[in-house]
């Protein structure tokens, strides 16, 4: 006798009945930018239909991702002036923080408001800390500065805050602050296995934070290494984080699965902007079906072992899947 699991297969009503794998848009978190000083949305040429907003395209931008389903969104600020030590980041009003006044103003608890913890947005040589005087981030001084921007943005606020920077102790840091200034109930989602990839190129056109010399290797992690995601991941627990996140995640589903049998927390990943602009590409040549590669794309994260996953496709998606 033949086995024949092709039966399942047969219709599409039968395909979606045994389906293992489901896309839930109050799992995705969309990220979104907010530049200073501009007085028209302007779209990143290497992320199509990816806009650096105005404050008030972020708001209509946001409610639409509501209106979706979206779970969350997070925000990545691009300051009108930068310096050595970022200053604008924790300023009360920056941009970050007026746009966080902004969103919880307008959506209240409707969606979770999440923000990137980080200084390469906001340093002018571009790098996630501070430098020393031969050029080396500077770890240590490096989170005074995070737990600052912690309590700037928890108080203007945000509901999570995502520390990126890949600094030794960044989770302890940032959770010490924001206790002892009374922010107990704000969680941390750590970008606890971030890769040093090629894929966050099209990123920092839109954030504006390439680094002016040298690259970030030296804090973020080789791709050649997974068994290190086990060792960041379980220091930033240990250190107090509430979420995990892998990233980036199509070329790194091997970690987010060992990451997801290691950890009791919610696990995330983030479909990067090299990702998205990699499919996008292709799809505007012809050479791939767009529809279909993105959707493929979000079930392997999820199949991996994601339980969340941040996707500048958030909106379009939850939109498809309703
Ligand atoms: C750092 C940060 C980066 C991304 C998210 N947070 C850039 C970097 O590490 O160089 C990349 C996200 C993407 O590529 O979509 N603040």
């Not at 103003?105 to 800390?129: K, P």
């Not at 279909?292 to 072992?305: D, N, P, Q, T």
């Amino acid at each position: 006798m033949i086995e024949r699991p092709r039966r399942l297969r047969r219709t599409p009503a039968l395909r979606r009945l045994v389906a293992e794998t489901r896309l839930d848009p109050a799992a995705f978190i969309l990220p979104m930018f907010i530049k200073e000083g501009i007085s028209d949305p302007v779209e990143i040429s290497s992320m199509p239909g990816v806009h650096q907003h105005t404050r008030e395209s972020l708001r209509k931008a946001a409610h639409e991702a509501v209106e979706a389903g979206v779970g969350g969104v997070i925000l990545f600020g691009i300051p009108a002036h930068k310096d050595e030590r970022g200053s604008a980041a924790d300023d009360p009003n920056g941009v970050m923080q007026v746009a966080l006044r902004d969103l919880s103003a307008d959506l209240g608890d409707s969606v979770v408001l999440m923000t990137d913890l980080c200084l390469d947005e906001y340093t002018s040589h571009g790098h996630c800390g501070l430098l020393t005087p031969s050029g080396e981030v500077d770890n240590d001084p490096t989170l005074e500065r995070y737990a600052s921007i912690a309590v700037a943005q928890a108080a203007a606020g945000a509901q999570v805050v995502a520390p990126s920077g890949m600094m030794d102790g960044q989770v302890a840091a940032i959770r010490d602050a924001l206790d002892g200034a009374g922010y107990h109930n704000i969680p941390i989602m750590a970008y606890s296995a971030k890769y040093a990839s090629a894929l966050y190129g099209p990123f920092r056109d839109a954030a504006e934070c390439a680094p002016q010399f040298g690259d970030r290797a030296a804090y973020q992690q080789d791709p050649a290494n997974a068994r290190e995601s086990l060792r960041e991941t379980a220091l930033d627990l240990a250190e107090g984080a509430d979420i995990v996140m892998v990233k980036p995640a199509s070329l790194y589903l091997d970690v987010v699965r060992q990451v997801k049998d290691a950890v009791e927390v919610p696990v995330a990943a983030y479909q990067v902007s090299g990702e998205y602009a990699m499919i996008e590409a292709a799809a505007a040549n012809g050479w791939i079906d767009r529809d279909r590669a993105i959707m493929e794309s979000l079930v392997s994260i999820r199949r991996a072992g994601a339980d969340l996953t941040l996707t500048y496709w958030a909106t379009e998606v939850a939109r498809r899947l309703r």
